[in-house]
């Protein structure tokens, strides 16, 4: 089996699971597993809900996804001014993470809500998750496994 790294400046108007589905699933390869840490964990399991049959994903493996992040930035404080959303973050300075609107107008458009992106999945995921993570709650990941009926 080969691997292939493709790093590649894209638009920042493209998503990224739109930019995987159009260049890196096109790779000639007969399996794919995607792997995705946090906010990437998000990428990779609206990816896969997106598959076509063809792109030859055949399980997930989902490190702290971010679920949950739609309905919690769909109550975030907003400023104003730059139209900024801003999460509570303990892992920043001034313990607020800005977060642009098309973030949520991207998780909005593309199966943004857990319910339809965990409807959309009919493959193996592995998820872990730490109790004491204080970026992702890990209620929003077990809410995230209970609607995939496992």
Known sequence: MRSITL????S????ASTFIIRHVLKRPCSQVVL?????GGLVAAHVAA?????????ALVLLAPSFGLAQRLQ?????????????PSDY???GRLGV?????????QNHGLDATVAQALHLPIFIAHGEDDDTV????????????GA
């Open 137 to 148: 709650a890990i209620e929003d990941v077990v809410a995230f496994h209970d609607l995939l």
């Open 35 to 39: 792997v995705g840490y946090s906010l």
């Open 75 to 87: 109550q975030a404080e907003v400023d104003a001014t730059t139209g900024v959303l801003y999460l």
């Open 100 to 108: 642009a609107q098309n973030l949520l107008h991207d998780l909005e």
């Open 7 to 10: 790093t590649v400046a894209t």
């Open 50 to 58: 997106r598959r076509n049959p063809l792109s030859h994903i055949c």
């Open 92 to 94: 920043v300075p001034g």
């Open 12 to 15: 920042p108007r493209l998503s």
